[in-house]
């Protein structure tokens, strides 16, 4: 049985490819590198039952024989990004998860594409269950990625009642971990970089606006769990401790100070809140653990340390992280 990731090159794609190796299967990955690297696919380029493909999703995939499950990750997921690229993560959403789903129609392949807690925008109630159907701003500097994982999950829908492609739905909440790229915008590798580098650590807003934050290696079982149950409708993947921005900023970068042996943590420098970014974010995972018989298990102190550790053991040089 062969497997496709689409970006299993990126951050959760190293810990999902990792985890699906070890379980004996054959991998495929596609990945255009745009924003994941050759470097987050190193360690299994050795390996038989891996190989990678260099494409970009938006246009039509390669054909892969035996092909089982497709899990389709491809496409940028940083803020940042959203600035930088909102027609190309637009297409990516639409064009990428269509010919995913062209490919599974062929193949009769099952597919899991990778939603997210976006999707609900920003919310206007306080605990996330699926059924709520978000409060999202078509219009705005977000939109690219909201509206387009939207349509990602209406391309399910569609493909579905039209082709009978099987599809798994996975609303992704705040992940963190190992292999993110340093600069890619997001809070924790942002927090990281900055505290290695002494520099002060940058929250857009107040500081007061709440996430969950799930340990990569808990997302990626919760994705093959998916994967391979019966439950073909949106399950939200993600922790439910909620906390302060600046919660968990004041501990990324006391970590980062007790490693490094310094007295005192860097300052926290607030800046404009972002437009739409959600002030408040907690997933209703009720459902994960009824039908996939899935909770996160890593707890935020353990993970944020061996975060911690991988980025100072991968950039000896913290300046090299700015
Ligand atoms: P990432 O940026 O580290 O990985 C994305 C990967 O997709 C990269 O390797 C990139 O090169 C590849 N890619 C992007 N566009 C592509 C294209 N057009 N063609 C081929 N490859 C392309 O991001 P991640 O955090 O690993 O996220 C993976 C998926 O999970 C994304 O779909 C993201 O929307 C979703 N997600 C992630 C989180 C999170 O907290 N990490 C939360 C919600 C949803």
Request: contains cysteine; proline residues 6%; aromatic residues 8%.
């Amino acid at each position: 049985m062969t497997i496709v990731v689409t970006g299993g090159a990126g951050f959760l794609g190293h810990h999902l490819v990792k985890l699906l190796l070890e379980k004996g299967k054959s991998v495929v990955v596609m990945d255009s590198l745009w924003t994941g690297s050759q470097e987050n696919i190193a360690e299994f380029a050795s390996n038989p039952n891996f190989r990678h493909i260099l494409c970009d999703v938006r246009e039509p995939l390669p054909d892969v024989e035996d092909l089982e499950q497709i899990y389709h990750l491809a496409c940028p997921a940083s803020p940042d990004d959203f600035e930088r690229a909102p027609i190309e993560i637009l297409e990516t959403c639409f064009l990428g998860t269509r010919n995913v789903l062209e490919l599974a129609t062929v193949r009769r392949a099952r597919v899991l594409l990778a939603s997210t807690s976006e999707v609900y925008g920003d919310p206007e109630i306080s605990v996330l269950p699926e059924s709520y159907r978000g409060n999202v701003n078509s219009f705005g500097p977000r939109s690219c990625y909201d509206e387009g994982k939207r349509t990602l999950e209406a391309l399910a829908f569609s493909y579905r009642l039209k082709n009978n492609v099987e599809t798994r739905i996975a609303r992704i909440f705040n992940a963190y971990g190992p292999y993110m790229a340093a600069k890619d915008g997001r809070a924790v590798p942002n927090f990281i970089g900055a505290a290695m580098d002494g520099q002060p650590v940058k929250i857009y807003g107040d500081g007061s606006a709440t996430r969950c934050f799930q340990y990569a290696t808990d997302c990626v079982e919760g994705l093959y769990a998916l994967m391979n149950s019966d439950y073909d409708k949106p399950v939200n993947i993600g922790s439910d401790l909620e906390m302060t921005v600046s919660d968990i900023a004041n501990k990324v970068t006391r970590v980062v100070a007790e490693k490094l042996g310094q007295k005192t943590p860097v300052a926290v420098q607030y800046l404009p809140k972002r437009v739409d970014d959600p002030t408040r974010r907690k997933p209703d995972i009720t459902l994960a653990g009824e039908v996939l018989g899935w909770s996160p298990k890593v707890p935020l102190d353990v993970g944020i340390a061996q975060t911690v550790d991988w980025f100072l053991e991968k950039h000896g040089n913290p300046k090299s992280l700015m």
